[in-house]
Protein backbone atom coordinates (compact mmCIF):
# COMPACT_ATOMS: atom_id res chain seq x y z
CA UNK A 1 0.00 0.00 0.00
CA UNK A 2 1.58 3.32 -1.00
CA UNK A 3 -0.66 5.39 0.63
CA UNK A 4 -0.63 9.36 0.22
CA UNK A 5 2.73 9.85 -1.44
CA UNK A 6 4.74 13.04 -1.34
CA UNK A 7 3.63 15.77 -3.77
CA UNK A 8 5.99 17.66 -5.91
CA UNK A 9 5.17 21.47 -6.13
CA UNK A 10 5.09 21.11 -10.16
CA UNK A 11 2.47 18.42 -9.81
CA UNK A 12 -0.36 20.84 -9.51
CA UNK A 13 -0.01 22.98 -12.51
CA UNK A 14 0.14 19.86 -14.79
CA UNK A 15 -2.69 18.53 -13.09
CA UNK A 16 -4.86 21.71 -13.90
CA UNK A 17 -4.05 21.57 -17.36
CA UNK A 18 -4.72 18.42 -18.01
CA UNK A 19 -8.02 18.71 -16.37
CA UNK A 20 -8.69 21.24 -18.55
CA UNK A 21 -7.77 19.51 -21.77
CA UNK A 22 -9.21 16.00 -20.59
CA UNK A 23 -12.90 17.83 -19.67
CA UNK A 24 -12.39 19.49 -23.97
CA UNK A 25 -11.03 15.89 -25.16
CA UNK A 26 -14.09 13.69 -23.38
CA UNK A 27 -16.67 16.60 -25.08
CA UNK A 28 -15.31 16.15 -28.27
CA UNK A 29 -15.09 12.57 -27.88
CA UNK A 30 -18.31 11.66 -27.50
CA UNK A 31 -19.82 14.56 -30.20
CA UNK A 32 -17.22 12.74 -32.59
CA UNK A 33 -18.81 9.39 -31.83
CA UNK A 34 -22.33 10.82 -32.67
CA UNK A 35 -21.31 12.19 -36.29
CA UNK A 36 -19.42 9.20 -37.94
CA UNK A 37 -18.76 5.44 -37.46
CA UNK A 38 -17.09 4.13 -34.21
CA UNK A 39 -15.02 2.07 -36.15
CA UNK A 40 -13.94 5.45 -38.60
CA UNK A 41 -13.53 7.57 -36.28
CA UNK A 42 -11.33 5.16 -33.58
CA UNK A 43 -8.76 4.72 -35.79
CA UNK A 44 -7.53 8.33 -35.97
CA UNK A 45 -6.20 7.96 -32.09
CA UNK A 46 -3.10 5.79 -33.38
CA UNK A 47 -1.85 8.74 -34.41
CA UNK A 48 -0.84 9.60 -30.94
CA UNK A 49 1.89 8.03 -30.38
CA UNK A 50 3.39 9.71 -33.79
CA UNK A 51 2.85 13.06 -32.18
CA UNK A 52 4.46 12.17 -29.21
CA UNK A 53 7.81 11.50 -30.71
CA UNK A 54 7.72 15.01 -31.71
CA UNK A 55 6.24 16.47 -28.99
CA UNK A 56 7.15 14.30 -25.54
CA UNK A 57 10.80 15.44 -25.56
CA UNK A 58 9.50 19.30 -25.26
CA UNK A 59 7.32 17.99 -22.35
CA UNK A 60 9.42 15.08 -20.79
CA UNK A 61 12.93 15.26 -21.82
CA UNK A 62 12.23 11.64 -23.67
CA UNK A 63 13.30 10.40 -26.49
CA UNK A 64 13.34 6.79 -28.24
CA UNK A 65 15.15 4.27 -30.38
CA UNK A 66 15.00 4.75 -34.00
CA UNK A 67 13.46 1.13 -34.06
CA UNK A 68 10.95 2.51 -31.45
CA UNK A 69 10.48 5.30 -33.93
CA UNK A 70 9.95 2.86 -37.31
CA UNK A 71 7.63 0.64 -34.92
CA UNK A 72 5.23 3.97 -33.44
CA UNK A 73 5.07 5.27 -37.03
CA UNK A 74 3.97 1.40 -38.08
CA UNK A 75 1.08 1.95 -36.16
CA UNK A 76 0.24 5.03 -37.26
CA UNK A 77 0.31 4.42 -41.13
CA UNK A 78 -2.53 1.77 -40.30
CA UNK A 79 -4.53 5.50 -39.93
CA UNK A 80 -3.86 6.39 -43.62
CA UNK A 81 -4.56 3.36 -45.31
CA UNK A 82 -8.01 2.84 -42.97
CA UNK A 83 -8.89 6.12 -44.27
CA UNK A 84 -7.83 5.51 -47.54
CA UNK A 85 -10.83 5.38 -50.55
CA UNK A 86 -9.68 3.53 -52.66
CA UNK A 87 -9.42 3.56 -56.69
CA UNK A 88 -6.94 3.31 -59.25
CA UNK A 89 -3.29 5.05 -58.95
CA UNK A 90 -3.17 5.84 -62.60
CA UNK A 91 -5.90 8.69 -61.91
CA UNK A 92 -3.10 10.27 -60.68
CA UNK A 93 -0.42 9.58 -58.08
CA UNK A 94 -0.83 12.77 -56.38
CA UNK A 95 -4.38 12.55 -55.86
CA UNK A 96 -4.41 9.06 -54.71
CA UNK A 97 -1.63 9.86 -52.61
CA UNK A 98 -3.94 12.35 -50.53
CA UNK A 99 -6.92 10.60 -50.85
CA UNK A 100 -6.88 9.92 -47.21
CA UNK A 101 -6.94 13.61 -45.86
CA UNK A 102 -9.41 14.65 -48.23
CA UNK A 103 -11.66 11.24 -47.07
CA UNK A 104 -10.91 12.81 -43.25
CA UNK A 105 -11.63 16.17 -44.01
CA UNK A 106 -15.29 15.29 -45.43
CA UNK A 107 -15.93 13.41 -42.28
CA UNK A 108 -17.20 15.52 -39.35
CA UNK A 109 -16.93 12.69 -36.91
CA UNK A 110 -13.11 12.50 -38.18
CA UNK A 111 -12.35 15.93 -38.01
CA UNK A 112 -13.32 15.85 -34.30
CA UNK A 113 -11.35 13.34 -33.44
CA UNK A 114 -8.05 14.25 -34.86
CA UNK A 115 -8.57 17.28 -32.45
CA UNK A 116 -8.96 14.71 -29.52
CA UNK A 117 -5.83 12.78 -31.13
CA UNK A 118 -3.67 15.85 -30.79
CA UNK A 119 -4.83 16.41 -27.04
CA UNK A 120 -4.48 13.28 -25.98
CA UNK A 121 -0.89 13.59 -27.26
CA UNK A 122 -0.80 16.25 -24.84
CA UNK A 123 -2.27 14.93 -21.94
CA UNK A 124 -0.57 11.29 -22.25
CA UNK A 125 2.68 13.89 -21.53
CA UNK A 126 1.30 15.59 -18.71
CA UNK A 127 0.30 12.07 -17.27
CA UNK A 128 3.45 11.11 -17.07
CA UNK A 129 4.58 14.52 -15.39
CA UNK A 130 1.97 13.93 -12.95
CA UNK A 131 2.89 10.32 -11.88
CA UNK A 132 6.67 11.31 -11.61
CA UNK A 133 5.39 14.13 -9.32
CA UNK A 134 3.17 12.13 -6.84
CA UNK A 135 1.95 8.13 -7.59
CA UNK A 136 -0.49 6.43 -10.30
CA UNK A 137 -3.27 5.95 -7.56
CA UNK A 138 -3.25 9.00 -6.27
CA UNK A 139 -2.91 10.76 -9.39
CA UNK A 140 -5.76 8.63 -11.62
CA UNK A 141 -7.91 9.45 -7.55
CA UNK A 142 -7.25 13.25 -8.02
CA UNK A 143 -7.93 12.97 -12.10
CA UNK A 144 -11.25 10.84 -11.42
CA UNK A 145 -13.00 13.35 -8.81
CA UNK A 146 -11.99 16.70 -10.40
CA UNK A 147 -13.37 15.07 -13.88
CA UNK A 148 -16.74 13.73 -11.47
CA UNK A 149 -17.11 17.29 -10.34
CA UNK A 150 -16.38 19.08 -13.39
CA UNK A 151 -18.98 17.00 -15.33
CA UNK A 152 -21.62 16.42 -12.33
CA UNK A 153 -21.49 20.64 -11.84
CA UNK A 154 -21.97 20.87 -15.21
CA UNK A 155 -24.90 18.00 -15.57
CA UNK A 156 -26.62 19.93 -12.12
CA UNK A 157 -26.50 23.07 -14.48
CA UNK A 158 -28.34 21.77 -17.28
CA UNK A 159 -31.69 20.05 -14.95
CA UNK A 160 -31.53 23.52 -12.57
CA UNK A 161 -30.21 26.41 -14.45
CA UNK A 162 -30.78 25.99 -17.81
CA UNK A 163 -33.94 23.87 -17.39
CA UNK A 164 -33.01 20.89 -19.25
CA UNK A 165 -34.69 17.51 -19.00
CA UNK A 166 -32.54 14.43 -18.00
CA UNK A 167 -33.43 11.12 -18.98
CA UNK A 168 -32.88 9.06 -16.66
CA UNK A 169 -31.06 6.03 -16.89
CA UNK A 170 -32.34 2.14 -16.97
CA UNK A 171 -31.51 -0.51 -14.57
CA UNK A 172 -29.33 -1.96 -17.74
CA UNK A 173 -28.27 0.97 -18.83
CA UNK A 174 -26.74 1.52 -15.23
CA UNK A 175 -24.94 -1.42 -15.31
CA UNK A 176 -23.35 -1.01 -18.45
CA UNK A 177 -22.20 2.18 -17.04
CA UNK A 178 -20.79 0.71 -14.05
CA UNK A 179 -19.43 -1.97 -15.76
CA UNK A 180 -17.42 0.26 -18.41
CA UNK A 181 -16.19 2.42 -15.53
CA UNK A 182 -14.59 0.16 -13.75
CA UNK A 183 -12.58 -1.38 -16.84
CA UNK A 184 -11.90 2.15 -18.12
CA UNK A 185 -10.47 2.68 -14.07
CA UNK A 186 -8.64 -0.41 -14.11
CA UNK A 187 -7.10 0.78 -17.72
CA UNK A 188 -5.90 4.44 -16.75
CA UNK A 189 -4.80 2.18 -13.27
CA UNK A 190 -2.03 0.18 -15.86
CA UNK A 191 -0.90 2.96 -17.94
CA UNK A 192 -0.23 5.32 -15.33
CA UNK A 193 1.68 2.51 -13.47
CA UNK A 194 3.73 1.58 -17.22
CA UNK A 195 4.50 5.73 -17.45
CA UNK A 196 6.81 5.21 -14.78
CA UNK A 197 8.28 2.37 -16.31
CA UNK A 198 9.22 2.95 -19.51
CA UNK A 199 8.23 6.33 -22.45
CA UNK A 200 5.51 7.76 -22.89
CA UNK A 201 5.40 6.68 -26.94
CA UNK A 202 5.71 3.16 -26.28
CA UNK A 203 3.23 2.95 -23.93
CA UNK A 204 0.80 4.91 -25.97
CA UNK A 205 1.65 2.64 -28.86
CA UNK A 206 0.44 -0.36 -26.83
CA UNK A 207 -2.45 0.92 -25.38
CA UNK A 208 -3.55 1.62 -29.16
CA UNK A 209 -3.71 -1.75 -29.91
CA UNK A 210 -7.40 -1.63 -28.62
CA UNK A 211 -8.41 0.34 -31.90
CA UNK A 212 -8.08 -3.03 -33.96
CA UNK A 213 -10.43 -4.43 -31.49
CA UNK A 214 -12.63 -1.93 -31.27
CA UNK A 215 -13.27 -1.23 -34.81
CA UNK A 216 -13.35 -5.20 -35.05
CA UNK A 217 -16.05 -5.35 -32.41
CA UNK A 218 -17.73 -2.42 -34.32
CA UNK A 219 -17.31 -4.03 -37.41
CA UNK A 220 -18.30 -7.81 -36.75
CA UNK A 221 -20.99 -7.13 -33.79
CA UNK A 222 -22.43 -3.51 -34.12
CA UNK A 223 -22.58 -4.09 -38.10
CA UNK A 224 -21.16 -0.84 -38.32
CA UNK A 225 -20.30 -1.40 -42.19
CA UNK A 226 -17.68 2.05 -42.53
CA UNK A 227 -14.46 -0.15 -44.09
Known amino acids: VIGIPEVDQSFWKWFALDVVLMCTAQIWYMR ?12 ILALTPLFLIITDPFFTGETISGQGMVGVSMISLGVYFSQHPGGSIQKGFLSWLIAPFVEMYKQPGVRVKFGVAIIYTITSSLDKLCVQASSPPFYIAMETLALTLVFGTTLLWYKFINKKEIVPLKREQTKQLLSSGALCMSTILFQFFALTLISTPYVIAVKRFSILLTSSWSFFVRKDNAF
Not at 32 to 43: E, H, K, R, W, Y
Open 32 to 43: ALSLSPLSQTQS
